[in-house]
Every structure is written in C-alpha cells, then in structure tokens.
C-alpha cells in the first residue's frame, strides 16, 4: 500500500478482514521488528503464539496490548478449525512463532495448509530470518541453496541424512543447537573430513554473534580452544569441495569413461586427478564402481 506521495507505508490489518497475517518478529536484536509487523500486531483481533509467555514479553515491550492463544507443534492441527472459525467472523489473525519468520522449522505448516484449503487469505509480514541472515554474510555460494532445519540428534541418524547430501548440489544449511553443535560437527568430520568448508553463524543478530569458518578439524579446534563458542544459537552451512554435485560428478565420469578405454584403473584415476583437481583414490573407488556398472 503507498500513500499519495507514492511512499510504501505500513499494512493495516484492517484492508483484509478474515485474514491470517505470518508475521516475522526479530531473532535477536529487537531494531529488526518492521513498522509493518508492530502495526500488524497492534491491529490483528487475535495473536496465535509459539510460546504466549514469550510473545508477551515481546509485546510489552512495544506497548502491543493483543489476545493471544497458542499454537505449537502438539496442539496445531487442532487449532487449524478454531482459527478458520475466527477467519470467518471477520476476525483478522497473526501468527507468530518465538523468534525469526514463523514456519521456518517453526509451527504452523498445518494451519497454513487447512486455512489455504479452506479458501482463506494468509498474507505474509516479512522480516527477520536465522537462515537468510546467516547465509547471505557467510561468504558461500548463495545461488543455489538447500535448507535441512534441525538434523537428527543422534549420531547414526545424522551420517546417514550427511551422507545423502554428497550429491547435493548448492550451499547445506541447517539449524543446531548449543547441545548438539559439538557433535553435530564431529559428525561432518566423519563423513566429509577435508571436503566441505563450514561457516558457522552463532547467536546471529545478538550481542555475541559471531561466524566461524574452516574445516570440521578447524571449527572443532575452535570450540576446543574457546568453549565461549559452544554457547547460543547455530546456523550450520557446508560448501562441498569434493563430491560436490551433479554437475561435477558427471564430467568426473566422463573423464574417467575416456580413460578406462586405454588405461588401466589406476593409471585412469591418476590421470583424472590431474585433469580435475580431485583425490587420486575417490577417482579410483569410483573408477572400480564404474567398471563394476558394465
């Protein structure tokens, strides 16, 4: 909406009655809540909230007086029908999540999905992100990107979903916790050793935000040297350097298949090396693989 002067001013939850409003509120630092989203919420009938003790705080502290109810991970599919009923009185809804853009491994998909179904509007309030603030300062690749939320908390669970991103093409990023960050990259150690640079971005927007970047052996030696680095929120993001994607394994094959015409398989894979850049025995396990195929 732009007023006479053609300037964008803030959206009034009052132009679209019966609306559901997913409303990004700041992950840190409380300067990034937009105009936008403090007048949507000033506005709104009804706040549906993560965490309603939390919201509030962040409420009060914008002067925000608002009827919240609760939306979370175990009670969401049921409270799809409440809030498609206060859609059809009229009433207009925003939903939060505790921090950051809600739905971003956040609750709400399935009120989303049920309210979308139903016919409703729901019109996004667009600000702060954990992801796409970590991963646009992080000095990787930003054209192409795949985002894992949470991996799993246990080891097996974690190699096996790290494994299965070998072929991934783009920038890894996930989500981790101050718990788990330790193991979560000893991990990617294990199945990627040398060949995926990491940046990690902890307690972004915060006060003690900090990116850290190297290896999986570096940002380890990082932690052991400063358990302060342990501490807070993680955006984890991996760049492959090594069996990296698509694209590069199929010319890394294409070269090898010209080479096993009139070479043996480790003279092959000593040949590839060179041409690519690549170590010497993945060209020779694959080379085997590939006779294997045949």
Known sequence: MTNKRGHMV???????????YIVATPIGNLDDFSRRAEQTLREVDYIAAEDTRHTRRLLNHFGIDAKLFSIHDHNEKDKAD??????????????????????????????VHALRDKGHKVLPIPGACALISALCASGLPTDQFFFAGFVPAKSKGRCDLFESWKKQTGTVVFYESTHRVYDSITDVQKVYGDDAQLVLAREVTKTFETFLSGTAAEILAMFDADANQLRGEFVVMLSFTQESGNEVELEVKRI???LLEDLPVKQAAAMAAKLTGEKKNYLYKMALEMQSEE
């Open 10 to 20: 803030p959206h009034s939850s009052d132009d679209v009655r019966g609306s559901l």
């Open 82 to 111: 409440y809030v498609a009923t206060l859609l059809d009185e009229g009433k207009n809804v925003a939903l939060v999540s505790d921090a950051g853009t809600p739905l971003i491994s956040d609750p709400g998909y399935h009120v």
């Open 256 to 258: 090898l298949t010209i």
